[in-house]
């Protein structure tokens, strides 16, 4: 028995990176998971088989979070298989960087409209049920880059500051129905991304980071696990996972 033991959980974006690690946290610790993949469904397959062969339960979901109907969709199919939700990690998320001078308009609204769009319409459908059940804990997965900015991530840092704003508003409107909500803010992590960038460009961000490294997503998922299992007194914070970086 976990600390999440019956506890419904959907993770975003959970077919690899920081998602997958969450979803495998969780499901460590007892909570029934929803894996959600827009196109990745052999990664979220492969996953929901290492939960159920470890004992755990779980379902892969296809949805793209950037339509409002498949994020009801997503919100619904944990409720038909597991009965109820009380977990709704909003991680799921794009870039598509470019500098201003020559950013198209779409690439623009595919980023808002996946990284920020995305966490207000599975937030809105997925407050109905957590309140039916007593509560219930939302992290939105935001970044650094929401607080300083980035050459040629206009895009991505308005979505991510965008979600900040929206969870500490979101947390004062549903704390009186004991749903906390929190952002979290990783600086550098160990994900197919920053994995796949040239050593020289690893060595220019290393020398940012005080600790010396770049963060796991395992470190990531803790935080997570921590904030749905036994932060029920915060709400409303952008908690920072940078190596001790600090926003200019």
């Not at 990664?43 to 109907?69: P, Y």
């Not at 597991?82 to 690439?107: H, K, P, Y």
């Not at 460009?201 to 005080?210: F, G, I, S, Y």
Request: charged share 20%; aromatic share 6%; net charge negative.
């Amino acid at each position: 028995m976990g600390c999440l033991s019956e506890k419904v959980a959907i993770v975003t974006g959970s077919s690899r990176g920081l998602g997958r690690a969450i979803a495998w946290e969780f499901a460590e610790h007892g909570a029934r998971v929803v894996v959600n993949y827009n196109q990745s469904k052999e990664l979220a397959e492969a996953l929901v088989k290492e939960i159920k062969d470890k004992g755990g339960e779980a379902i892969a979901v296809q949805a793209s979070v950037a339509s409002e109907d498949e994020c009801g969709a997503l919100i619904d199919a944990a409720i038909k298989e597991f009965g109820g939700l009380d977990i709704l990690v909003n991680n799921a998320g794009i870039n598509r960087d470019r500098t201003i001078r020559r950013m198209t308009g779409e690439e623009w609204r595919e980023v808002i409209a996946t990284d920020l769009n995305s966490v207000f319409y599975c937030t809105a459908a997925a407050v109905p049920h957590m309140i039916e059940r007593g509560g219930g804990r939302i992290v939105n997965m935001a970044s650094i880059i929401g607080q300083k900015g980035n050459v040629g991530q206009s895009n991505y840092a308005a979505a991510k500051a965008g979600i900040v704003g929206f969870s500490k508003s979101a947390a004062q409107e549903l704390a009186r129905f004991n749903i906390t909500v929190n952002a979290l803010c990783p600086g550098f992590i160990e994900t197919e991304m920053v994995i796949s960038l040239t050593d020289e460009v690893k060595e220019a961000l290393l020398a940012t980071v005080p600790l010396g490294r770049f963060g796991k997503p395992e470190e990531v998922a803790a935080i997570t696990r921590f904030l749905v299992s036994e932060g029920d007194y915060v709400t409303g914070a952008q908690i920072n996972i940078n190596g001790g970086m600090y926003m200019q």
